[in-house]
């Protein structure tokens, strides 16, 4: 029992091994994955070396499919090149556990000693998260290790033969346990390292190891097609695409079975070599077989498995918050800043259709208002609950304020929403059913700051784009410009009522009001400065001189923005 439960351990070490390097990788390249794997659509060669690069350095041909998928989903990848990324990412999982084979007994002390001395060092900065890889590598081969010095007692146990025995003569069943086993490892990879491990031990005979390094393959297929279950069709697509590669593979593999296995043993007779080779020589034959076909492959699947088109123009539901894109948090962060974008054209709108109410009393332009107001509340959000279920402890430092500066925007855009329907909307509509009418001049402010704010948002739009530092400055200058418009305006107004002029009198309340929460609305904008300005040193700590801060107060206490 003692012994079968560290084989167990040893199996549980490898799993989280490969994890750690994966899950480790993805964090200090993400960025640079994708763009490797976005700058390779053109050519379905290209497509193939590029995922054969990111899974060697993933070491997870089911990572590199949820990064392609999620390209696929958002539009920046054809189905074809699609399929061409992942024929290269099988073939690099192979080749990665042909590396793992080899005698480097050596390094896996080494590896484990470096990264712990890196990752406690350093551990918020990239050398710490390369640390942890190294961690990763380094459990991957003491597991390796560890199954099998665990394994050599075990073959000699009459009840663990008699266990073993009961999978040969059905290559079928070992397929279906081998697929079973890497769905429950999440990992082809470690199963396929385990398979070699226990043939080279010979718990199994070499004719189990490739029925279950089939069944590896075959799982690893499932997993892509799971991942992509809550992404859109055009994602779905290249999953069911790789499924049908391996499935056909594997098929043919079948009945091909006792001539394949006979030229494995005459290319290397030892079981653990033969469980590797094939899986090498069963991805390499799936890419030479597909490669060619893979333009009209392509286009057959967006045939059988079309976009449906939109059923309405739904501005409320997100576009870009690709689920799928949460296991890679530089993809995922992304999208939600693509989503933010699309919150931004929203309020502009909404800013837009509000001089409309004002000036011209549009009524219609009113019921879209608050229409558009719903839509800005659902979308906020579908962005906020996205990006909490990104894992903060996955991001770099400059991923992590990306993350804050999209919460930060959505928040203030959300806020700007409100303004104009529960506030600014209210005062239109009660101006539209006591038949009032601004004067002339009052009217005239209004649309003047009303340009200014809109001028702002979309200036703080490019600002969140870009992040310019001058764009930002000129943002935050602006709120002191919008801040003393404010008060030269009410104080013309009131110099109209000094005047008795009658329309001034009748709608006194609703200027004012209305050239304040107009003032409101770009203090929320300007705030999108703020990040910017923060990270450059560039804000002063208040705005009260030292005299006026009080005794208990110093002068660099943060500042209190008011509206």
């Not at 992404?231 to 779905?236: D, E, K």
């Not at 001539?259 to 290319?267: K, N, Q, S």
């Not at 020589?281 to 057959?300: E, H, K, S, T, V």
């Not at 200014?452 to 870009?466: D, E, H, K, S, T």
Request: aromatic share 4%; with cysteine.
């Amino acid at each position: 029992m003692p012994t079968l439960l560290n084989l167990l351990a040893a199996v549980a070490l490898l799993v989280w091994g490969t994890h750690i390097v994966r899950t480790g990788v993805m964090r200090v390249f993400g960025a640079d994955l994708r763009r490797v794997l976005g700058g390779s659509v053109d050519n379905r060669f290209k497509a193939f070396a590029a995922g054969l690069g990111v899974t060697a350095v993933v070491q997870s041909s089911t990572a590199t499919a949820m990064l392609t998928t999620s390209f696929v989903g958002q539009g920046l990848i054809a189905t074809a090149p699609a399929l061409a990324v992942m024929l290269g990412a099988d073939v690099g999982t192979a080749l990665v556990a042909q590396f793992f084979s080899l005698d480097l007994g050596w390094l896996s002390p080494t590896l484990i000693l470096v990264g712990v001395v890196l990752f406690l060092s350093q551990q918020n900065r990239t050398a710490g998260r390369l640390g942890r890889v190294a961690i990763g590598l380094g459990l991957i081969m003491l597991a390796l290790r560890l199954i099998t010095e665990t394994a050599a007692p075990l073959t000699e146990a009459a009840e663990v033969r008699v266990l073993f025995s009961t999978l040969t003569g059905d290559h079928g069943l070992d397929m279906l346990l081998g697929a079973l086993f890497t769905i429950a490892a999440y990992s082809s990879l470690a199963i396929v390292l385990l398979v070699s491990t226990l043939a080279a031990s010979n718990l199994i005979a070499p004719e189990v190891a490739i029925g279950l390094v089939l069944g590896a393959n075959l799982g690893g297929g499932l997993l892509a097609v799971f991942a992509s279950l809550r992404a859109g069709v055009a994602a779905r697509r290249v999953a069911l695409g790789n499924f049908g590669f391996k499935i056909t593979g594997c098929i043919i593999a079948l009945v091909m079975l006792e001539p394949l296995i006979a030229g494995m043993a005459a290319l290397d007779a030892d079981p653990s070599r033969m469980a590797l080779n094939f899986h090498l020589a069963f991805n390499l034959f799936l890419a030479l077989l597909f490669i060619a076909w893979i333009g009209p492959i392509g286009r057959l699947l967006d045939r059988l498995l079309p976009v449906p088109a939109p059923t309405g123009n739904d501005a409320s539901v997100a576009r870009y918050l690709d689920p799928v894109a949460l296991g890679t948090p530089t993809l995922a962060i992304a999208c939600a800043a693509r989503e933010a974008l699309r919150l931004g054209d929203l309020v502009e709108s909404m800013l837009k259709n509000l001089l409309l109410v004002l000036r011209d009393d549009d009524g219609t332009a009113a019921q879209s208002l608050r229409k558009a107001d719903d839509a800005v509340d659902r979308l906020y959000t579908s962005i906020k609950l996205y990006l909490t279920q990104i894992s903060r402890e996955a991001l770099e430092e400059k991923e992590g304020r990306r993350w804050a500066e999209i919460m930060s925007i959505t928040i203030n855009l959300e806020h700007v929403g409100d303004i104009v329907d529960k506030n600014l909307l209210e005062m239109a509509e009660k101006k539209i059913r006591k038949r009032l009418s601004f004067s002339e001049a009052g009217m005239g402010e209004i649309c003047e700051l009303h340009a200014r704010v809109l001028a702002n948002l979309q200036l703080g739009l490019n600002v969140f784009i870009n992040g310019d530092l001058a764009s930002a400055r000129r943002l935050l200058a602006e709120k002191e410009q919008i801040r003393e418009l404010e008060r030269t305006f009410a104080d013309s107004h009131l110099k109209r009522l000094a005047d008795n002029t009658l329309q001034s009198i009748e709608t006194s309340a609703l200027h004012l009001d209305i050239i304040r929460d107009l003032k409101r609305i770009n203090s929320h904008i300007a705030s999108i400065a703020y990040p910017i300005l923060e990270r450059a040193g560039a804000l002063a700590p208040t705005r009260l001189r030292p005299a006026a801060l009080g005794p208990g107060a110093r002068a660099g206490t943060p500042p209190q923005e008011l509206p």
